[in-house]
Nanobody
Framework: QVQLVESGGGLVQPGGSLRLSCTASRIGFNFYTMAWYRQTPGKQRELVATITSGGSTNYVDSVRDRFTISRDNAKNTVYLQMSSLKPEDTAVYYC????????????WGQGTQVTVSS
């Protein structure tokens, strides 16, 4: 059974930084594009950043230049380094894996809470 396990969430003051990690197990990690999404109550889940197996990245405009997505294929892990955090970044952050070619192969982590507040 495929598992995505996130860690690194928590409470941080505005302007602070956090690094989220997501480790995948029982998955051909190199064949998956990895992504981070976030969701707040009453709103749709929002795509934050993606990274392909080759390392190409993309970001939603609201986090560009503040967040960095990266991956370590040897460790089956994807990271989201978040800097200059704002209260509006407060959300549950979810890790996502979707196969390069087989669209039905998509997996989600359980989510980790990030709260930006003074």
């Amino acid at each position: 059974q495929v598992q995505l396990v996130e860690s690194g969430g928590g409470l941080v003051q505005p302007g602070g930084s956090l690094r989220l990690s997501c480790t995948a197990s029982r998955i051909g990690f190199n064949f998956y594009t990895m992504a981070w999404y976030r969701q707040t109550p009453g709103k749709q889940r929002e795509l934050v950043a993606t990274i392909t197996s080759g390392g190409s990245t993309n970001y939603v405009d609201s986090v560009r230049d503040r967040f960095t997505i990266s991956r370590d294929n040897a460790k089956n892990t994807v990271y989201l380094q978040m800097s200059s955090l704002k209260p509006e970044d407060t959300a549950v952050y979810y890790c996502n894996a979707h196969h390069l070619r087989i669209t039905r192969l998509e997996y989600w982590g359980q989510g980790t809470q990030v709260t930006v507040s003074s």
